[in-house]
């Protein structure tokens, strides 16, 4: 059954406060099935897909989602005002809840293509891709950020660049709170080495109060995550929630107050979901790959991962290896509690 528009505008209003970082290669639509289940009320991000590739390639395996996973937004990478447009458009008819254009991914590809991090040197630009996509949708068109590129330690700079995009129409912005450094350190350096600055995020949202504001980058526990709110609108999640997903649910469970469920009734819930994929013909590993990381720090944590990531790339793998990795997690964690 489809659910009203008015309970699935609330929810999507509602999933502001937490939400899972778009990933390349990590948060495709089996991760984000499985975050789901882990945290029923968060916001959750595709991987990047560039706009022309929206246009022109495959939807059904770029596009194609679970409605379960809603509210969902696809992130779209590009700089093509048309074409970015034309991709919005067509994610509003797939049924996505909101389009974020990538202003921080800093790869040499990236860059090349005049996407991404680079964006950031061009507001002007960016403000006519936002003013395109808004004009060509109704679902909301938001941003992701750094706090600047290379040298640029300018407040001024960064704020311009909100201001803009904020006139041209987005009305949120996610800032992963460190800058970009173009040359010279590799995509995964660029999410370590420069320095977090949170501060810009909370002087951001002081000063324009009416937008709203996620704060993204380094947040690894549920007492760092908690700690920005309520001075900041939401928390997104990218490397943590993917190591250690039951973190999700921990902090779904602190902000909501639900009821914490245990590792295994998590995991039993993708079992629907599994067995009709295997049914369709997917190796079950493309799914397992995501789950590694279930028992992050617990006894027998180990030994799940390994059953798994072992036995999934067998011919035939299908639900009985995840049970196989249940009984030994088990079995390891009472040695460990005798
Ligand atoms: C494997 C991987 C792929 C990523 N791909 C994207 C992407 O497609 N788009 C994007 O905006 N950020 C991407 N990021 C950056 C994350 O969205 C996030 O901003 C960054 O990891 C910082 O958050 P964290 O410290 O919580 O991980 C990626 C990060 C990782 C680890």
Redesign the pocket.
């Known amino acids: 059954m489809t659910q009203p528009a008015s309970d699935a505008a609330a929810r999507y209003t509602a999933s502001l406060r937490l939400s899972v970082?778009?990933?390349?290669?990590?948060t495709d639509r089996h991760c984000r099935y499985f975050h789901r289940l882990l945290a029923p009320g968060a916001r959750l991000y595709t991987?990047?897909v560039h706009a022309n590739a929206v246009i022109q390639g495959d939807r059904e395996r770029l596009l194609g989602f679970d409605r379960s996973e809603q509210p969902l937004a696809l992130?779209l990478g590009g700089s093509d005002p048309a074409l970015l447009a034309q991709a919005a458009r067509i994610a509003q008819d797939w049924g996505y809840d909101e389009v974020n254009l990538?202003c921080?991914?800093p790869s040499d590809r990236v860059q090349a293509g005049r996407f991404g991090a680079c964006l950031m040197r061009e507001p002007a630009l960016v403000a006519e891709c936002v003013a395109a996509m808004a004009g060509a949708v109704e679902i909301p068109i938001t941003v992701?950020c750094r706090l600047g590129v290379d040298e640029d330690n300018s407040y001024e700079n960064f704020l311009n660049f909100v201001d803009q995009s904020a006139n041209a129409g987005s009305a949120m912005f996610i800032v992963?709170a460190r800058n970009a450094w173009l040359k010279g350190l590799s995509p995964k350096e660029n999410?370590e080495v420069p320095p977090l600055r949170y501060e810009w995020a909370h002087q951001l949202k002081a000063d324009r109060p009416q937008l709203q504001v996620v704060l993204?980058?380094?947040?690894a526990t549920v007492e760092a995550a908690q700690a920005q709110l309520p001075a900041l609108d939401g928390v997104?999640?990218?490397?943590?929630a993917y190591h250690d997903p039951y973190l999700l649910h921990r902090l779904e469970a602190a902000q909501t107050g639900a009821p914490l469920l245990p590792r295994e009734a998590l995991l039993r819930a993708m079992r629907p979901y599994i067995d009709e994929q295997l049914g369709r013909g997917l190796a079950l590993k493309h799914i397992t790959r995501h789950l590694l990381g279930l028992y992050h720090g617990q006894p027998g944590g180990r030994a799940f991962r390994q059953v798994l990531s072992e036995g999934a790339h067998r011919a035939g793998a299908d639900w009985t290896l995840i049970e196989q990795a249940l009984a030994v997690t088990r079995a390891q964690a009472e040695r460990v509690a005798a």
Request: with cysteine.
């Open positions: 970082a778009p990933m390349m290669d990590w991987e990047m992130q990538n921080g991914c992701k992963h999410r993204n980058g380094g947040l997104m999640l990218g490397r943590a």
